[in-house]
Each structure stands twice: as C-alpha cells, then as structure tokens.
Nanobody
Framework: VQLQASGGGLERFGGSLRLSCTAS????????IGWFRQAPGKEREAVSC????????IYEDSVWGRFTISRDNAKDTAYLQMDNLKPEDTAVYYC??????????????WGKGTQVTVSS
C-alpha cells in the first residue's frame, strides 16, 4: 500500500491550492481516504475524509466552506481543494487510509506529507 501526497507549496493569503493523494497497492474505490495536517509545534489533526460512496466529512471547523475533498476512482487519486487560504492553514498535509469503506480515525497507512505554507 502506498499513498503519495503532492501539490503543496507557498501560497499567499486568500489563494488556492489543490492537493492530490495518489494511491496504489489496494482497491482504492472501496476505501475511504482522509486528509490530515500537522502545523509546527502542534498535534496532527484530521481535516476531512471521503468514503467509498463519495460522502465527505469535514472534521476541522476552521476549513468549513473553504476546503473540499473529492476523489477520482479512475485515477486512484483523492484531492483536497483548498480555497481562501489563511496563514493558519500552514502545515504538512498527509493523506491516509484505513482500507475501510467508511471514514474512521484509525488510519493504517499514511503517505509522506506535502508542505503547505500560506503567507500573510
């Protein structure tokens, strides 16, 4: 099982980025995918999750209305569209899966993170 997050970078306040999570080694279409982030000096937090039926859950209130999770099963890829970025969104973003079709907190496989930096 492999997950690779990409698409991070430096963006200005109010800008947008789209993160991608490319998966391999498991049946992507049957698995939920979660996005997490960890800011410097802070604990990792769950941002959003999408289940096998395309139902999305937002866990982090601060991103409500700004971040959108989606998936493309034909490409074995999940996305996190991040709009109206704020400096407090600065973090390393990770994607992960439990291999279950529903969203859960007990992720088993994690990808390497991608750094998102938002300047004020």
């Amino acid at each position: 099982v492999q997950l690779q997050a990409s698409g991070g970078g430096l963006e200005r306040f109010g800008g947008s980025l789209r993160l991608s999570c490319t998966a391999s080694g498991f049946t992507f279409a049957y698995s939920s995918i979660g996005w997490f982030r960890q800011a410097p000096g802070k604990e990792r937090e769950a941002v959003s999750c999408i289940d096998k039926s395309d139902r999305a859950t937002i866990y982090e209130d601060s991103v409500w209305g700004r971040f959108t999770i989606s998936r493309d099963n034909a490409k074995d890829t999940a996305y996190l569209q991040m709009d109206n970025l704020k400096p407090e969104d600065t973090a390393v973003y990770y994607c992960a899966t439990s291999l279950r079709g529903y969203c859960t907190n007990d992720m088993v496989y994690w990808g390497k993170g991608t750094q998102v930096t938002v300047s004020s």
